[in-house]
């Protein structure tokens, strides 16, 4: 998923969350707000930290 793709989702302000890449997703809240979130296990139980709003930082490349 590229920044245009992201811009895009983020205009029709519809309630989601889709995956970027690797445990890392865009959540887009009821507000229209989007933030990252990155979703990983720790001890066999599924976990998720918000990592900031969109738009503040681009999209973080972990390459």
Excluded at 27 to 40: A, C, D, L, S
Aim: aromatic letters at 12%.
């Amino acid at each position: 998923m590229n920044d245009a793709q992201i811009r895009s989702l983020v205009s029709k302000g519809t309630p989601c969350m889709v995956a970027v890449d690797g445990g890392l997703y865009i959540r887009i809240t009821k507000e229209g707000t989007p933030f990252w979130v990155f979703r990983y296990s720790y001890n066999s139980k599924r976990r998720q930290m918000i990592m900031g709003q969109y738009g503040r930082a681009g999209l973080p490349s972990f390459h």
